[in-house]
C-alpha cells in the first residue's frame, strides 16, 4: 500500500466516497438511515459509484455478496447503526462461511459510550466478531482513509470474507488531508512444509479426485490448475 498526502482539506463523508472510489469500488449496496445520512451528499456528488437501494439491510449484504461472487472484487454494503447491524447478521454469516470478500460500513456512536444507551445502542463488536475476519473502528479522521484502504484489502486478502467497519459518527464532521492510496496485490503462497506434506499424500493416493473450489477462480490459479491435473494426470 502507498499513501502520499496533498494540501487538500476534506471532510470525513467525502473522505469515504473518494477512498472506496478510489480503491475501485464501484458498487454500493444500501439502505439510508440516520447514522449514515451525511454520507449521501458525497455519494450524490459523484459519478464512479453506483448506489443500489434496498428495503432491508439483509438484502442489501446478500447483494454485496453476489456482486462479490461474480465480480471476484470485495463487495461494499453501507447501513445504519444499532437495528441497521443487526438485520444484517445471517448474510454476514453466510459470506464468513462462504469465504465471500465483503465489506460492511456504519457510522456509530463512539465506542466507548457503550453503556450509556445512546441512540441506537447496540454491542455491533461484539455481535460481528465471531463472523468477521476483522473489524476496522478508527480513532481519528486522519486515519480514515488508510482504515478503509486496510478493510478492502482484508476482506480479499488470503482466504476472503467480510469485514467489519464502524466509523465513530463524531468524526463525520471533521476534516482531514486526502490521501492518494495506491494498493498491491500482493497474492498469498503456501509454505514449504505445506506443499511438502500435500505432494506425500498426493504421491500416495490410487486415484485422487481434484475438488477445486472457488478459491481457484478468486486467485486467478486457473492455468496453474490445470498445470498440476497434466502434470499429476489426475
Known amino acids: 500500500m502507498r499513501i502520499k498526502e496533498t494540501a487538500m482539506k476534506v471532510k470525513a463523508p467525502d473522505l469515504i466516497v473518494e477512498a472506496l472510489s478510489d480503491l475501485g469500488v ?13 454520507i449521501y451528499g458525497s455519494l450524490a456528488r459523484q459519478k464512479k459509484i453506483k448506489s443500489f437501494l434496498f428495503k432491508h439491510e439483509q438484502g442489501a449484504c446478500f447483494a454485496a455478496a453476489g456482486y462479490a461472487l461474480v465480480t471476484n472484487r470485495p463487495g461494499v454494503c453501507m447501513v445504519m447503526c444499532g437495528p441497521g447491524v443487526t438485520n444484517l447478521v445471517s448474510a454476514v454469516a453466510e459470506a464468513y462461511y462462504q469465504s465471500i470478500p465483503i465489506v460492511i460500513i456504519t457510522v456509530d456512536n463512539p465506542r ?112 496453474e490448475l490445470l498445470e498440476f491435473v497434466t502434470l499429476t494426470g489426475s
Do not use: W
Open 112 to 223: 466507548e459510550n457503550l453503556g450509556i444507551e445512546d441512540f441506537h445502542e447496540v454491542d455491533s463488536f461484539s455481535m460481528l466478531a465471531p463472523v468477521t475476519k476483522k473489524i476496522f473502528h478508527p480513532e481519528r479522521v486522519e486515519d480514515l482513509q488508510k482504515v478503509i484502504a486496510e478493510a478492502v484489502c482484508c476482506a480479499a486478502a488470503g482466504r476472503p470474507g467480510p469485514v467489519y467497519l464502524n466509523i465513530p459518527v463524531n468524526l463525520m464532521g471533521q476534516a482531514a488531508t486526502k490521501k492518494n492510496i495506491t494498493l498491491k496485490k500482493q497474492p498469498s503462497k503456501p509454505s514449504i512444509p505445506v506443499v511438502r506434506k500435500f505432494l506425500k499424500v498426493m504421491s500416495a493416493s490410487q486415484s485422487p479426485v481434484i475438488f477445486a473450489g472457488s478459491g481457484v477462480i478468486r486467485s486467478g490459479a486457473e492455468k
Open 26 to 38: 464501484d458498487h454500493l449496496f444500501h439502505l439510508p438511515g440516520t447514522s449514515v445520512a451525511s
